[in-house]
């Protein structure tokens, strides 16, 4: 087990909230005894083809908060998403609480501000956000015990947040008929992405996991919540005791027959500033297409 400190007795309330254009789940955590909660990888909507932002889904979770009187303390993204855009400062304009990211977003945008070919005005220091978590970092929320767990392999800067006896794992995992993320995203790598699911699987069976994507394969309805012990018994590319070669050669396979996420493009800039869209130098909001970098 790693050395991380557990709170298996507080049990959060989860409400999970589904975006079916990018097949991602946006969650809402609460203390239930003091109303303290947090919102976990939101989404921005954007009409990709004329151009146009909405907030559609993230108003769905502004009232869900409001009506039930939740004091938001938290606005934590997993990791730089590739397929979806985060309502990060939306919501905190609306509702208050911290943005955070774990601290190895600078690598992401030290990578994908060259892609991009981001000026010096863009900061590449983390300073966007307003919380770097490192490596066993802990937190409250409310009275639950709280940490932040490093799992890179699919991006640099990918964790896992375990509030109380549920577990945020971002693209970590998939539900287990899902498998896994894909690793082949600059900075991704398919032997570290094996070493933290061994990380997360190393987590008390009974620990709820709580996915970011899923995509309901052979046409289940989709679900996103599973515990340590069905991943470990059942996933189809870690479970079962697969060695570390065996994934790598079949991450890597695979990774190579995939096509880029739809939404990377946009995603990338507006994610790796924290949910703010970048602008031209009139300070109009404006997104680059790099050729052939990516």
Not at 161 to 167: D, K
């Amino acid at each position: 087990m790693p050395p991380y400190p557990l709170s298996m007795s507080q049990a959060p309330h989860v409400e999970g909230f589904f975006d079916p254009a990018t097949n991602t789940i946006s969650y809402l955590v609460s203390d239930p005894h003091t109303g303290t909660a947090a919102v976990i990888d939101s989404v921005m909507d954007i009409d990709y083809a004329a151009g146009r932002i909405t907030y559609d889904h993230a108003d769905r979770v502004i009232a869900y908060i409001i009506e039930r009187e939740l004091r938001l303390d938290w606005i934590i993204e997993t990791h730089v998403h590739a397929d979806h855009l985060s309502a990060a400062p939306y919501i905190q304009d609306r509702l208050g609480g911290k943005i955070g990211i774990g601290a190895r977003i600078m690598e992401v945008q030290e990578t994908f501000g060259k892609i991009f070919n981001e000026g010096t005005e863009f900061q590449r220091d983390g300073s966007q956000f307003d919380k770097l978590f490192e490596d066993g970092d802990t937190y409250m929320l409310g009275d639950i015990a709280c940490f932040a767990m490093t799992t890179p392999g699919h991006t640099p800067a990918c964790m896992v947040h375990v509030i109380g006896n549920a577990a945020f794992v971002g693209d970590t995992l998939f539900m287990p008929d899902g498998g896994s993320a894909r690793a082949d995203f600059p900075g991704g790598d398919a032997g570290e992405l094996y070493d933290s699911i061994q990380k997360v699987l190393a987590l008390p069976d009974e620990m709820r996991l709580f996915m970011c994507h899923d995509y309901g394969p052979n046409g289940r309805d989709i679900r996103w919540e599973t515990t340590v012990a069905e991943e470990k018994a059942h996933n189809i590319h870690v479970g079962g005791g697969k060695s570390r070669e065996e994934f790598i050669r079949f991450r890597t396979e695979r990774d190579a027959q995939l096509a880029m996420p739809k939404l990377i493009i946009p995603s990338l800039q507006v994610n790796m500033r924290a949910g703010e869209m970048p602008t031209d130098d009139d300070g109009t909001p404006m997104l680059k297409v790099p050729i052939n970098r990516l």
